[in-house]
């Protein structure tokens, strides 16, 4: 019951310093992005998703589920699979970034009606020398991230299944002292997978819905808890329509739309006095990842307008022939007062009888963003497959 009134009164409290913005100052200077830590959870690591626009809550299950919606693997066509993926990470400015990912999982029970899976994302930003305030070398260091998890799915009927992730997440982002520390937290993923067949004249189409909440959990130190940053918890939810043209060709159009379920951070220039700006960052900084997240749909300091802001949104369709060839493209978009990030996006596939590769390319609408011409491979195996061509050549 204490905590309960604490977190009400913390709620209470942040909503108060809120109302002290100068809602001129921000309307004046709109330019209001979200900054949450650990920002690679948010980065597609596949090429799939990623040749569609960023897309993947209700995308057809592969096995990079983990990543966009787990639920959906209790509805994969094969009892296990495994992918690698491999992504160049800003590379029109810098060299040496990169993420790397490795998902799978195993499918069980009745019917293979539930599914166990896991996956490893580790984001390296190479070699940094790091400075002090003064300007003085402090040591060379390498910035890392890395997130390790488990889930498990289920379907809840013939058209319904749910999901949950456990996640493991290591920070290393900045040099190590007295003062600054690696952090280490933890998350969860809540998810769920809705699929129905509808007859369009003699075609039977496939209509899917996903939801995922992803990266509910703690918070991110670096300097022993003095400050704080919030995990990039993210609502995700799309849908998927899939039209047979004939017995070989497929098309499938599939649209997302996700918003942060984090608070914002003050801003200096949106306060009229120092302390009124101090006073709300020492609310920000001792809010928890709870709080933050319902605290998250009415703190945006230009109101609801702002709110929709914050949400983005992507479009992308694939097209496949015999099951074997796949041709994507999409479209993401970002408002231009939280990030701007607009891009379009051109994928390519092949499936043989047991793998597939699959590689994206992004085409930013602006020359100067550092997302342009970012590369995505990734290579999936189909491990059932793969074992009943091993146990074939046995015999």
Known sequence: MKRIIALTLTAVTSLSALAQVDKERAE??????????????GIAPDARGGGMGDVGAATDPDEVSQFWNPAKYAFAYSRCGLSLNYTPWLRKIVSGINLMNAAGYYKFGYDDNQAVSASLTYFSLGEVTAYNSEGVEVQVINPMEMALDVGYSRMLSENFSMGVVFRYLHSAMTYTDND???DNTFSADIAAYYEAYP????NECKWAWGLNISNIGGKVSYDGGTTSQFLPTKARLGTSFTFPIDDYNL?????????????????????????????ALRDFYDMNGFTGIFKSFNDAPRGMKEELEEISWGLGAEYTYDRRFFLRAGYHFEHENKGGRKYFTFGAGIALNVFHIDASYVLSSEQTSALDQTLRFSL????????????????
């Open 28 to 41: 004046a200077n709109p330019y209001n992005p979200l900054n949450p830590a650990m920002m690679s959870l």
């Open 380 to 395: 999936g195996f189909d491990l059932e497959g793969l074992r009943d061509i091993m146990g074939g050549r046995r015999r």
């Open 251 to 279: 098309f499938t159009i599939n649209a997302d739309a996700d918003k942060y379920l984090i608070p914002t951070a003050p801003k200096r220039d949106y306060y009229n006095d120092e302390q009124t700006y101090q006073d």
């Open 180 to 182: 600054n520390k690696p």
């Open 199 to 202: 007859q369009i004249g003699y």
